[in-house]
């Protein structure tokens, strides 16, 4: 992908503004320096970082592994967050081998990662979806209005929907159950 298509990554502030102090985690430029990907992804997790969410985001890690440079992790769904050498493409595995397509690019990841939070932090209904029929179809409707702006940001990160292949469609389809 090349560079002038990379959407800009949010700023820290912004991030921080809703993720909390102290829970968004920048990259060192030491980190990252030899990692065979595009200058601009690189200096994304520099100057952005990545945010902590509950559910989605747990802990995260700048490390290089042997097929993968990995970025974080989710223990509550057993999740690794890593990015493919030379692309960039951000990939989520699990223990049992499974594989999920998430975003293009690391840019594309932490754009999506900022929409999930500040929808997160800002809906008047995920908190209380389960209350009754009416707040579940506003959360459902929220959520498929989430899931459209990732598409739209990122379409190969919705590809074309499949829950086995592609995170976000699996992740926010299934978000309240």
């Not at 921080?16 to 920048?26: E, H, L, M, N, Y």
């Not at 890593?82 to 932490?110: K, R, Y």
């Amino acid at each position: 992908m090349p560079v002038d298509d990379l959407p800009l990554p949010p700023a820290f502030e912004a991030v921080t503004a809703w993720a909390g102090t102290g829970r968004v985690v920048r990259a060192a430029e030491l980190d990252v320096a030899p990692w065979r990907l595009p200058e601009a992804q690189k200096a994304a997790l520099v100057s952005c970082g990545v945010p902590l969410i509950d559910d989605l985001v747990s802990a995260v890690s700048f490390d290089a592994e042997p097929t993968r440079y990995r970025l974080a992790n989710s223990d509550d769904l057993d999740w690794v967050y890593g990015a493919v050498p030379g692309t960039g493409v951000v990939e989520a595995c699990s223990s049992d081998g499974s594989t999920w397509f998430v975003n293009s690019t690391i840019s594309h990841w932490l754009c999506s990662l900022h929409m999930v939070g500040t929808w997160l932090s800002s809906s008047t209904v995920i908190s209380r979806w389960d209350e009754d029929e009416q707040a579940e179809e506003e959360a459902l409707a929220e959520l498929a209005a989430l899931l459209e702006r990732i598409r739209a940001l990122d379409p190969p990160a919705f590809g074309n929907g499949n829950h086995r292949t592609h995170f976000w469609p699996a992740v926010l389809d299934r978000w309240l159950y």
